[in-house]
């Protein structure tokens, strides 16, 4: 039988999503603005709800410096580092 | 199926569909002897790594990009032009990571320059941006088929445009050179005449401009502005990298005018400015300029202040092609928000 090559990359398989928590008490939220207009509304709507609702350990609040392009990696390893559940406020 | 039902080749072609690597359109099977006749006109290893793609940053070497132009239709001896390109597009100024993932809908347009473009019959004359011409086609179709298989840019996985447009199939023009007043684009970016180039430019589909009754300069460039104003929406502004395509005829008049390339962009970058007091959003339509820059001004309704269309006259890239007869021109947005992306040139060894 003819050989057929692959023409992709093997090792670029789809990312895994991470797990979800069970429940938001005492984790560390990081709500991440990507820079689009509108996006901060949500956020800021999305904090006021999980302050009444959840009893978090602490919500940090980060803004990519363009929706454009991939976050920095300095902002990558800050958010990493520091949260337990991220919410990226993807708008218009 | 019964064994006489069977074709090996329609076979392969069918199962390339259904893992997803292919355009919609069949593709050539990728057999171990042609990946390998491409690799061995390249005169580079196959092992050699020329880039990771974007957003997946899947590994581009030599034969990966050879299989994705075997399967596009290149002939061998068009992958020095689609290796140059990938590299290209995966530099980060081109910033393919945007390109591939947005809701907008750029597509890498290659623009080739130099003695490249006899040598493989790249169109730059009649139908340029249209079918006929295999490297066109097939080079075009390389680079959409490596974004979508080593950067995963599957349309409604990664690849989120909401329209993209035709350009995403294929997207290759020469520069008609010949029929040009002036130096061409790669010249006017370093390169000599005897060299060969890509250009890449994340790129929104050609906008047509009519001026069939233009003789002059001063007939021309007011269309060719009023066009230009619009592009994205009509009070967008702080525009980057954007190609001017002017026909042969259009490039005449201001050619024999005594107008160089330099004064063409800055004609149209003088020209298409308004005052911040015309770019107030919500007026008539919700664009505009955005809230961090209205707070720079006390009383934005009056304020008299002249916001350029473009971030500056270099932004504006001028080619001449198309067939010698014909007063069209045409328009080609970049896709350049704020920090987005830049055209980036690759020069083609020989």
Redesign the interface.
């Known amino acids: 039988m003819t050989e057929y090559l692959d023409p992709t990359d093997s090792v670029a398989v789809p990312r895994k999503t991470a797990s979800r928590p069970s429940s938001l008490d005492g984790k560390v939220i990081t709500l991440l603005d990507i820079s689009k207009a509108q996006g901060n509304h949500l956020l800021d709507r999305l904090e006021e709800l999980l302050r009444e609702r959840t009893t978090p350990k602490a919500i940090i609040r980060k803004k990519k410096p363009t929706f454009a392009r991939p976050a920095p990696d300095a902002l990558r390893k800050e958010i990493v580092g520091a949260t337990d559940v991220l919410v990226e406020g993807l708008a218009d | 199926m019964s064994q006489a039902d069977s074709d ?1 080749d329609a076979d ?1 072609i069918e ?2 569909f259904d893992r997803g ?1 292919t355009d919609g359109l069949p593709v050539v ?4 002897r042609l ?1 390998d006749r491409a690799v061995a006109a390249s005169g580079r290893d196959a092992d050699e790594l020329i880039a990771l793609v ?7 070497t030599v ?2 990009i050879a ?2 132009a075997v ?1 596009a239709g290149c002939r061998a001896e068009y992958l020095p032009v689609v290796l140059a390109a990938v590299e290209a597009i995966c530099d980060e100024a081109f ?1 393919l ?2 390109v591939s993932a ?1 809701t907008n809908a750029p597509a890498p347009l290659v623009i080739v320059n130099g003695p490249v473009r006899a040598e493989l019959e790249i169109n730059s004359g009649a139908g340029v941006f249209g079918p006929g011409w295999r490297a066109n086609a097939t080079i075009g179709r390389a680079v959409r ?1 490596v974004c979508v ?2 950067g ?1 840019a599957r349309p409604g996985d990664v690849s989120m445009s909401t329209l993209a447009h035709p350009g995403r199939y294929a997207y290759c023009i020469g520069e008609h050179e010949e029929a040009s007043p002036w130096e061409s684009l790669a010249v006017e970016h370093g390169f000599g005449p005897d060299e060969s180039t890509v250009a890449l430019l994340a790129a929104d589909a050609p906008l047509g401009v009519y001026a069939h009754r233009s003789r002059t300069p001063e007939d021309l460039m007011p269309t060719l502005a009023a066009s230009m104003a619009v592009i994205s929406h009509h009070r967008m502004t702080h525009w980057g990298d954007t190609l001017l395509v002017l026909s042969p005829e259009h490039a005449k008049i201001l050619g024999d005018a005594g107008w160089k390339k330099g004064d063409v962009r800055r004609w149209l970058h003088d020209k298409l400015q308004w005052p911040v007091r015309e770019l107030i959003p919500g007026r008539d339509g919700g664009e505009g300029l ?1 809230e961090h820059v209205l707070a720079k001004y006390r009383d934005p309704d009056r304020e008299a202040t002249l916001i350029p269309k473009f971030r500056a006259a270099e932004h504006i890239k001028v080619v001449v092609a198309g067939g010698t007869a014909g007063r069209f021109s045409a328009i080609v947005p970049g896709w350049t ?5 830049n055209l980036v040139f690759r020069r083609i060894p020989r």
Do not use: W
């Open positions: 090996p392969a199962r390339l690597v099977p990728p057999t171990r990946v974007p957003p997946n940053y899947g590994r581009a034969e990966k299989v994705n399967m910033d990571h945007g947005t088929l298989n080593l995963g955005p928000f704020s920090k987005g992306s």
